[in-house]
């Protein structure tokens, strides 16, 4: 027999009680790009700490967000608290634990990335990571936050992927994270955004887009990403299991300039360009592959902006679940330096556009265009000699994210060249008929430390992988292709798979070793390339290349000189002599820098050898 339990602890069933941490947001004005924010801690400690982060995950640079929050102040009841700030984003309340803590404070909001908060009369976006103060000691607890329409224009929506807890018809009021980590994890979008859906593979899709016209083709966008997400989730889950989330956000903001993405557990926050995106009434090709549905023949920028949905969204496995070990749980108050962002990134780069090509988005040649695009990047980046893909995650946040004149000299992008180790091994592995890289990003996800559900892996765990799926170890080319500073080889790989590798006169800048932007009849160097002729002849970053002199030919006098606005006016002065002396400007200072013309360098180009071969590399494997 069971015994009753008492009936005093029958009776005092608890209440669901309101989480401990609680943020109120609300615009101060669209005018000042102020947000206000009201943070309650149910149970404060005597010394209460809180912190709000130095960088937001999947950005990896210190951004010291709390530059931007200002008028901290701290109230238990009416009575103001002692407030001290410890070190740049830390400060303490001495308080009343018997009684609920309460910090009001203002961020400044108008940066129209994805990565911190904006605000304005048109649109309003943040991330918790520059709005939310992380309370010391709970971060383990649920946080609520609290969103109101309060001083925003009328008819304003708001989107995010946290769970609903009382919301109105708009998306105003209250949403439960079970963490700070989620919390962070989810951005949140305000404004008049056009708002469609779909369902993918069971899961309700949301999609979102801030600053586009009437013009918009909706279905079309909704339609294409469906396809990339189904087939996404085929390709990690196969048909049998489900996704790991229950729901999915895409926010695009749709601006004049600007390209990026951020990724998060289950939403992701774009910007796009606004010619990029699909118009209604632009002329589609209908194949009947394609379903009721046809792909629209994507013009080169369409084909970038579903690149990066594609791209965000594969994240939403390779590094938000299967993540790097040193990303177990992030610390939001340094650097947290990982040698793994070849693969997180590189690979991800790697399956984007690959993704584009299985749903049919793009045909053969397009995707060998593509590809053709990222060799040339890396071979003409001498910062692939300076330092690893290994080397380059582990410094991301000194070096790649900090771009100035000499990166491409001492940095190489572990997203474009990760993304031809990603290829080597997948053509490798496919050539040797062990299997593909697709097995081994499922064989990663099943044997991580989470146990089949994705989760926190290191570069053995790769190398265990790729041994169980290709029958060998691959150690070699792990040390040689993500440890070392040689050449891959993309090139006789691609040639195997069915592509045909043309050689072609590289681009005049690349030739002379420079990066230039030529505006207004000015050409401004951007980089000087390490060993090329144009640091031979003494120019650097900074110059503007104002004219060219010959020295007179035999008999011929006097000097000729020309002034310059395009580098290809250089090449087509020069005629056939191989000397010049380049006339720059620099701090206002008019130098002679004596040029010795390079022979030819070369650039590669891909194209279509054999479709058969091709899309037997192309095609997805289980
Ligand atoms: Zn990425």
Redesign the pocket.
């Known amino acids: 027999m069971t015994p009753l339990p008492p009936v005093a602890a029958r009776s005092r069933k608890p209440k669901p009680t309101a989480p401990g941490v609680h943020y109120r947001v609300v615009a101060h004005s669209t005018q000042s790009h102020l947000f206000a924010i009201t943070l309650s801690i149910a149970k404060p400690a005597a010394r209460q700490r809180v912190r709000l982060p130095v960088w937001i995950p999947g950005s990896y640079l210190v951004r010291e967000f709390a530059q931007h929050l200002q008028h901290l102040r701290a109230l238990q009841g009416e009575q103001p608290m002692l407030l001290k700030q410890l070190d740049k984003n830390t400060w303490q309340v001495e308080s009343d634990t018997a009684l609920p803590l309460t910090l009001t404070y203002e961020v400044y909001a108008f940066d129209a990335s994805v990565r911190t908060a904006f605000l304005d009369a048109t649109r309003g976006f943040f991330n918790a990571t520059s709005l939310c103060l992380r309370v010391i000691g709970q971060e383990d607890t649920p946080h609520q936050l609290e969103v109101t329409p309060q001083n925003l224009p009328a008819g304003w929506q708001l989107a995010t992927g946290l769970t609903p807890q009382q919301v109105d018809a708009a998306g105003f009021g209250t949403y439960l994270a079970a963490d700070y980590d989620e919390l962070a994890d989810c951005p949140v979008e305000l404004g008049t955004f056009w708002s469609g859906a779909f369902t993918a593979r069971g899961v309700p899709h949301r999609f979102v887009v801030s600053g586009a016209g009437g013009w918009l083709d909706g279905a079309q966008l909704l339609a294409d990403t469906q396809r990339l997400c189904e087939a996404q989730i085929d390709f990690w889950h196969g048909t049998q299991e489900k996704a790991p989330f229950s729901h999915y956000l895409f926010m695009l903001h749709a601006s004049g300039e600007g390209y990026g993405g951020l ?1 998060h557990r289950n939403s992701t926050a774009l910007i796009g360009k606004r010619t990029d995106l699909p118009r209604l009434g632009e002329k589609k090709a209908a194949t009947e592959k394609n379903g009721p549905m046809p792909a629209l023949k994507a013009t080169d920028g369409y084909t970038t902006l579903l690149g990066l949905i594609s ?2 969204y594969f ?1 939403t496995w390779n590094v938000k679940r299967l993540r790097p070990a040193e990303f177990k749980r992030y610390n939001y108050d340094r650097e947290n330096h990982t040698e793994l962002l070849w693969l997180f ?1 590189g690979f ?1 780069s790697y399956y984007d556009d690959l993704f584009l090509r299985r749903t049919d988005l793009i045909d053969d040649a397009t995707y060998l265009n593509l590809m053709t695009k990222t060799v040339n990047q890396v071979q003409q980046t001498p910062g692939q000699r300076v330092q690893s893909v290994a080397q380059a995650s582990f410094d991301a946040w000194l070096k790649y994210y900090r771009i100035q004149e000499n990166t491409p000299n001492a940095t190489v992008s572990y997203y474009t060249k990760g993304a031809l180790v990603a290829l080597c091994l997948d053509l490798t592995l496919r050539a040797e008929g062990k299997g593909s890289l697709d097995a081994v990003m499922r064989e990663l996800w099943a044997r991580s430390d989470a146990g089949g559900a994705g989760g926190p892996i290191r570069e053995a765990d790769v190398a265990r992988a790729l041994k169980r799926v290709g029958g060998r170890a691959f150690e070699t080319e792990l040390r040689h292709w993500a440890h070392g500073t040689a050449d891959l080889p993309t090139l006789s790989l691609l040639a195997q798979a069915g592509a045909k590798v043309h050689l072609e006169k590289a681009p005049l800048a690349q030739q002379l070793g420079l990066r230039v932007s030529e505006t207004n009849g000015a050409i401004a160097l951007k980089n000087v390339l390490r060993g090329g002729a144009a640091e031979a002849a003494g120019m650097a970053a900074g110059d503007e290349w104002l004219g060219v002199e010959f020295a007179p030919d035999q008999g011929r006098q006097p000097v000729e000189a020309w002034r310059v606005n395009r580098l290809d006016e250089v090449n087509a002065l020069r005629g056939t002599r191989a000397k010049l002396t380049a006339l720059v400007s620099r701090d206002k200072r008019l130098l002679r820098c004596p040029l010795v013309w390079p022979e030819p360098t070369q650039a590669v180009k891909l194209s279509v050898a054999d479709a058969g071969l091709l899309a037997h590399w192309l095609s997805a494997a289980r």
Do not use: A, M, S, Y
């Open positions: 990724e791209h965000e994240h990134e991800t």
